[in-house]
T-cell receptor, first 113, second 118 residues
Framework: KNQVEQSPQSLIILEGKNCTLQCNYTVSPFSNLRWYKQDTGRGPVSLTIMTFSENTKSNGRYTATLDADTKQSSLHITASQLSDSASYICVVSGSNSGYALNFGKGTSLLVTP | TAGITQAPTSQILAAGRSMTLRCTQDMRHNAMYWYRQDLGLGLRLIHY???????GKGEVPDGYSVSRANTDDFPLTLASAVPSQTSVYFCASSDRLATGASSYNEQFFGPGTRLTVL
């Protein structure tokens, strides 16, 4: 069972509008959570990373929040641009000794003119 | 700096044939990874390498093999391709293996190889 669930699966918004993407996880014990942006035909690129002690982190128009108690994270995109059209992937790392990355399936965002 | 390069960009392969996907990084990262990405599924780890000379199995290793003769290169080989191996393959690297607290260090991904097995 996937330990990282993202919603919505896909989203269409108008250029200039804001949007929020959700990530719920069951990974435990928790180490950190990362949001990636993946443009079509490209590899994922890291946007933000947060540990359990961080509630929010920004990268330009991207703001990620984390609630480690409820095991939820969100990625808020402000004043969307056409170049924001991409897949956004939530990755949660556990604190176990082995390979620790758990990938969500991603949210596909389309920004239209 | 090139970062991570992958070759080929895309390939169509007949079932039963063998193929090696190439991956090279110039960041002197210790850890390297191979993932496959399929529609509707998240990235899944195939194999990884903690450092040159060592490799490990990921979530979906069957049908794939890897080697890590040096720090920079991490080729992925399909000995006898099957249609279910049709996918987009991503190579990634990080300074250290993504375990526990060290998973904080960033993974850098290559541009991917789109493989179709007919």
């Amino acid at each position: 069972k996937n330990q990282v669930e993202q919603s919505p699966q896909s989203l269409i918004i108008l250029e200039g509008k804001n949007c929020t993407l959700q990530c719920n996880y069951t990974v435990s014990p928790f180490s950190n959570l990362r949001w990636y942006k993946q443009d079509t035909g490209r590899g994922p690129v890291s946007l933000t990373i947060m540990t359990f002690s961080e509630n929010t982190k920004s990268n330009g128009r991207y703001t990620a929040t984390l609630d480690a108690d409820t095991k939820q994270s969100s990625l808020h995109i402000t004043a969307s641009q056409l170049s924001d059209s991409a897949s956004y992937i939530c990755v949660v790392s556990g604190s176990n000794s082995g390979y620790a990355l758990n990938f969500g399936k991603g949210t596909s965002l389309l920004v239209t003119p | 700096t090139a970062g991570i390069t992958q070759a080929p960009t895309s390939q169509i392969l007949a079932a039963g044939r063998s193929m090696t996907l190439r991956c090279t990084q110039d960041m002197r990262h210790n850890a390297m990874y191979w993932y496959r990405q399929d529609l509707g599924l998240g990235l899944r780890l195939i194999h990884y390498s903690n450092t040159a000379g060592t490799t490990g199995k990921g979530e979906v290793p069957d049908g794939y093999s890897v080697s890590r003769a040096n720090t920079d290169d991490f080729p992925l080989t399909l000995a006898s391709a099957v249609p279910s191996q049709t996918s987009v393959y991503f190579c990634a690297s990080s300074d250290r293996l993504a375990t526990g607290a060290s998973s904080y260090n960033e993974q850098f991904f290559g541009p991917g190889t789109r493989l179709t097995v007919l």
